[in-house]
């Protein structure tokens, strides 16, 4: 079917977009609402669109019970007499208190040694993704061969920990507690925010990508210290670390390949190409263009595990294009962008 059966070739694309950028007129406003209510198609549209132009946080009202389940069994110490000790010699005797005086002393060592030790929780996957949610009820999302710790006190006393892997983080915001990730080449600080970090040990590179919020991130020595002044990555920009020997290399965008494992397709003036390119990897279906000038136009906007019909619709509605589905391939019509060349 075409996407745009209830959308005038007229403005939708410019006064959607001044909706969400906060600078829609009251004859704007009442036009988008008055198209909204004329069907249930249109309501699904616009909430495809502000999904795509508009970067949601985590909801934080699906927190699970952080309460720590601790049900430790610790070893008691019981002394019993009986019969048979009054009978032995008094140097059997001697011998015997000072064995389970020593014993008992040994036993409290390791008791105290391991009580004041601290427990440390280790994450690991080893293939697919796993969704993990952490004591402070922060999410993340860890990707094949990748191992997550920390250490008790997670979200009430600190909140740092351990990398090695990939993980897409969404970081519940605290100020009293800033989140802290250790990887092999840096620390990468937050408050509240998300985003992508690449760090396996195997590999030279470290990669972050923000998709919303700031994030500092502070290289390291191979001794563990600072090198030079930490680096700020705000929503939307990226930053590749080259190790000790190259440095950091910051970019004003976000590589579309970085988020694809999670389910996220990030595209910042991306062309239509690109785009489709994009989505025929993610979803393993064929997407054409009838005109290939098309192709060169510019996309702005981010996806989250949508299907590929809501992704369709927002490049329809934002480049005045139609599509509809034949079998497993689906074919985008229009001159999109060159309408306006």
Known sequence: MDSQDNIPEVKWPEYLEAWFSGEADAETTQALLAWRQASPENERLFRAYQRALVPHPPDWAQQLDVNRSWQELLPRLTEESG?????????????????????????????????????????????????????????????????????????????NLTLEGQGFFEVRPDKQLPFRIKSKAAITQVVGTSFDLQAYPSQARERLAVVTGVVQYQPLSPEGKPIGAPRVVKAGQSLTSQGTAGGTVFNPAIPIEQLIWSGRLVFQQATLEQVLDVMERYYGKQFVLENPAAGKCLLTASFYQEKPSDVLDVIALSMRMEWKQQGETYLLSGNGCTNDI
């Open 83 to 159: 019969q048979e000790a009054a009978a032995e010699t008094s140097h059997r005797i001697t011998w015997r208190i000072h064995a389970v005086a020593a014993a008992a002393a040994s036993v409290l060592l390791l008791l105290a040694w391991w009580m004041m030790s601290p427990k440390v929780h280790r994450l690991q996957v080893a293939a697919g993704q796993k969704m993990v949610w952490l004591p402070d009820s922060s999410q993340v999302l860890l990707n094949e061969h990748s191992v997550l710790t920390y250490e008790e006190g997670f979200g009430e006393e600190h909140r």
